[in-house]
């Protein structure tokens, strides 16, 4: 139990379907991240939410689309998705993004295929 | 941004103590040295976190050099379940102000029987 939960743990789409990952943190923290891992890569991040407001978009294409609606939860919007996103998608927490003495929490992720 | 480079993969026996180094030769002087492992499916756990000189957790140990240029993750008398990607990381703060990490490929250790 890390603390950070993410549904579904599984997820098997088409290209032109629209689904969404939900993840939710139990830490009190303010910051939360999303981050991608394909097969064979170092984890990628995704997007940055401070405070509820989007910090860093890491040149992630719009067929992704992150939501924060509080602090507690993170949503990432899948729509027309191609086959080169299947990954390991990773939600994380930390108590606030401009503190380096607090690392990341991690959850478990979703592992994302599509067909 | 610090990058980070450490061995690709590791063998060592159950019982053992291993011990994974990570250059990180741009290190600034506001970055903290983390350390992560990650089982298959499943997300990165933080193990250890340090700054300079020794660390040391539950765990695992973070040996830390004057000149931070690297650090030494020390794992005592591993076992089975040991086996795992073990990450290094330099938490830096970015433009934008906030914590930015980059994981690199990390160390694959296979613990053996």
């Known amino acids: 139990e890390t603390g950070v939960t993410q549904t579904p743990r599984h997820l098997v789409m088409g290209m032109t379907n629209k689904k969404s990952l939900k993840c939710e943190q139990h830490?009190?923290?303010?910051?939360m991240y999303w981050y991608k891992q394909s097969a064979k890569k170092p984890l990628e991040l995704m997007f940055v939410?401070?405070?509820?407001?989007?910090?860093e978009n890491n040149s992630v294409p719009s067929r992704f689309s992150p939501e924060c609606p509080n602090s507690s939860h993170l949503f990432l919007h899948l729509h027309t998705l191609q086959p080169e996103d299947s990954a390991l998608y990773l939600c994380?927490?930390?108590?606030?993004?401009?503190?380096?003495?607090?690392?990341?929490?991690f959850g478990d992720g979703t592992r994302l295929s599509i067909l | 941004l610090a990058k980070t480079t450490q061995p690709i993969s590791m063998d060592s026996y159950e019982g053992q103590e291993v011990n994974i180094t990570c250059s990180h030769n741009?290190?600034?002087?506001?970055?903290?040295i983390t350390w992560y492992q990650q089982f298959p499916s499943q997300g990165p756990r933080f193990i250890i976190q340090?700054?300079?000189t020794k660390v040391k957790n539950e765990v695992a140990s973070l040996f830390i050099p004057a000149d931070r240029k690297s650090s030494t993750l020390s794992l005592p008398r591993v076992s089975l379940s040991d086996t795992a990607v073990y990450y290094c990381?330099?938490?830096?703060?970015?433009?934008?102000?906030?914590?930015?990490?980059?994981f690199g490929t990390g160390t694959k250790l296979q613990v053996i029987p």
């Open positions: 994380a927490s930390s108590p606030s993004t401009a503190d380096l003495s607090q690392p990341q929490h």
């Open positions: 830490l009190g923290h303010n910051a």
């Open positions: 939410y401070n405070f509820k407001e989007q910090t």
């Open positions: 741009n290190i600034a002087t506001n970055d903290y």
């Open positions: 340090g700054y300079k």
């Open positions: 990381l330099v938490g830096t703060m970015n433009s934008g102000g906030y914590q930015k990490v980059t």
